[in-house]
């Protein structure tokens, strides 16, 4: 069986992602945690998302990245996506990996 390929023909938008920590910095905005700047699979499909305490969220897409995006970071709290000027927060992240362990990609459900 040979290896996963990254899809690289589906690229379809340059984005801007910028992660956040829990809190605020000194002068009262979040905490920066890690930035990355490059092409992505980007994807508007609005959807209503029904968390396990049962309350609706309404993402509006998602941004799918190769590789893992912040690799010294294990749990991502927020952040922001910008693409072709318009920021989006990031709901949730996912980061499938392969079976050596390996991150294949980072998914962002954006809100």
Same mark, same amino acid.
């Given at each position: 069986?040979?290896a996963l390929v990254w899809p690289k023909w589906a690229e379809?938008?340059?984005? *801007?992602? *910028?992660? *956040?920590?829990?809190?605020?910095?000194?002068?009262? /905005?979040?905490?920066?945690?890690?930035?990355?700047? /490059?092409?992505?699979?980007? !994807?508007?499909?609005?959807?209503?998302?029904?968390?396990?305490?049962g309350n609706a969220v309404m993402t509006q897409g998602s941004?799918?990245?190769?590789?893992?995006?912040?690799?010294?970071?294990?749990?991502? !709290?927020?952040?922001?996506?910008?693409?072709?000027?318009?920021?989006?927060?990031?709901? !949730?992240? !996912?980061?499938?990996?392969?079976?050596? /362990?390996?991150?294949?990609? *980072?998914?962002?459900?954006?809100?």
């Amino acid at each position: 069986m040979g290896a996963l390929v990254w899809p690289k023909w589906a690229e379809n938008a340059i984005c *801007t992602i *910028t992660l *956040t920590q829990d809190g605020l910095n000194e002068n009262g /905005g979040p905490i920066q945690e890690a930035s990355w700047s /490059g092409r992505c699979i980007f !994807s508007v499909k609005p959807k209503k998302t029904i968390h396990a305490k049962g309350n609706a969220v309404m993402t509006q897409g998602s941004v799918t990245v190769q590789g893992d995006i912040a690799p010294k970071t294990p749990k991502v !709290s927020g952040g922001v996506v910008t693409i072709n000027g318009c920021d989006y927060k990031i709901g !949730s992240v !996912s980061r499938p990996t392969l079976p050596d /362990g390996r991150v294949f990609h *980072t998914r962002l459900e954006l809100m």
